[in-house]
């Protein structure tokens, strides 16, 4: 109307990346090597710290969806405004390196250690706040004065999750949803006065 306006408002960001080779390939199944030699690796190529065979695979999905609503009132002398604002944001990652689960490491050719991994499984984590403001505007003349209160609470968790069996875990192991920041909570108040000089609207 003339005096109110309602607003809302609502957006998105989602981000993708990563993968593993294409399927079929030969990558996947092989044992991770990485060359410990820096100098003179003969039996190595003369490549030192050269890491071949199986690759480091990571797939990630990212992202985020915010909302937003006010409501302003408007009189001649006097402006106020309530709004509230969100956001929910996710982060889910999966990263591993072979099918076989082992990493070996040589010095110059030669093994001599052997990692075994469990290393299959999503990290997921997810962020939330939430904000509340109120705001008004008052002129008495040619004076005009502001206030503004603002309270915000941010937190973060991390959902239910599993850990399949694999080579070198004989059980499947889940882990309970667990909180992570908890106590983020903020309270800003603004302030503010305005004087036309003049009275002519065009200095202050």
């Known amino acids: 109307s003339n005096r109110l306006l309602l607003e809302a408002g ?8 990563g993968g593993t080779e294409q399927l079929g390939g030969p990558l996947t199944s092989l044992v991770r090597v990485t060359e410990q030699c820096t100098v003179s690796c003969a ?7 050269l890491t071949y065979r199986s690759g480091l695979f990571r797939k990630s999905f990212q992202g985020g969806v915010s909302w937003r609503a006010s409501a302003s009132y408007v009189t001649g002398r006097q402006s106020m405004k309530f709004g509230y604002q969100a956001e929910h944001q996710i982060s889910d990652g999966y990263s591993y390196t072979n099918n076989q689960f082992l990493d070996f490491r040589v ?4 093994p001599n ?25 008052w002129t008495l003349g040619r004076v005009t ?12 968790y991390f959902p239910e999750q599993t850990v399949d069996a694999q080579r070198f875990l004989q059980t499947t192991v889940t882990y309970p949803r667990t909180d992570g920041v908890t ?4 309270l800003s108040p603004r302030g503010g006065v ?5 009275g002519t609207g065009k200095t202050s």
């Open 43 to 49: 039996n190595n190529g003369n490549i030192p710290g």
């Open 194 to 198: 305005a004087w036309d000089v003049f």
């Open 113 to 137: 250690q052997l990692t075994e991994n469990i290393n299959a499984f999503k990290q997921i984590s997810r962020v939330r706040f939430d904000a509340f403001y109120a705001q008004e505007q």
């Open 10 to 17: 609502l957006g998105t960001y989602l981000s993708q990346w």
């Open 107 to 110: 010095n110059n050719g030669v």
């Open 145 to 156: 004065i502001q206030g503004a209160l603002r309270f915000d609470h941010a937190w973060s």
């Open 183 to 186: 106590g983020y909570k903020d």
